[in-house]
């Protein structure tokens, strides 16, 4: 069974966010960390592995440095990374993303594919579901658990206060959620192993039946009209009252803004 895991390094909202001045990203300017959604499907799929044999590649979009992820998910016990790195590619929202990923699984072996639900720098949930759009297979999104049968795949989908249970056969696209479970840390020899292993680079030449016309920053139907950092928050209004007055001046407040 060969499983391929989709993967997004992402700032590190901890150390501060910086923008070009084109509204996106300055991502060679800030701490990265891997995607925690994408983590969690990394770890479903080193699971099975665990349990089935399954070989487990792990593929990424991004800059030169994002190699980091991949040696990452390496040293977690993943056997193969692909980098797929472009100045043509740079700017890419969701659809340009999903094609340039598509692209690259095309040259692939796949059972199974994994992405997570969606990234925290964007918060879209779209590059999983397009990146089967473009494939043409099945997709289950926001799963919080996954079985295998056989030549199928068996899903809980989180649905609200309860879930669906869904089976696909493969090839199938999941898309799973940072709840899935809980992420296995790296292991020194693993780590050891990582940074000695090759990971594959490919560029737009290496990407499968796509056109230049939807990648990169100009292939990108979505336009940021404005980026600006978090605005902060005033300190808000302060009373001192005793109990029963404090009922009646929040239930005044929640009618004046007409919560009630």
Known sequence: MKIVVCVKQVPDTKGGVKFNPDGT??????LTIMNPDDKAGLEAALRLKDELGAEVTVLTMGLPKAEEVLREAMAMGADKGVLVTDRVLGGADTWATSTTLA???RNMEYDLIITGRQAIDGDTAQVGPQISEHLNIPVISYAQNIK???DSV???RQYED???VLKAKMPCLITALSELNEPRYMTPGGIFDAYDA???VWGRADLKDVDDSNLGLKGSPTKIAKASDKVRKGAGEKVSLDTEESVSYIMGKLKEKHVI
């Open 25 to 30: 990203l300055d991502r060679g300017a800030m």
């Open 103 to 105: 692209g690259a699984l």
């Open 148 to 150: 295998i049968d056989g």
């Open 154 to 156: 068996i899903v809980e």
């Open 162 to 164: 309860r879930h669906h």
């Open 198 to 200: 090759e990971i594959t």
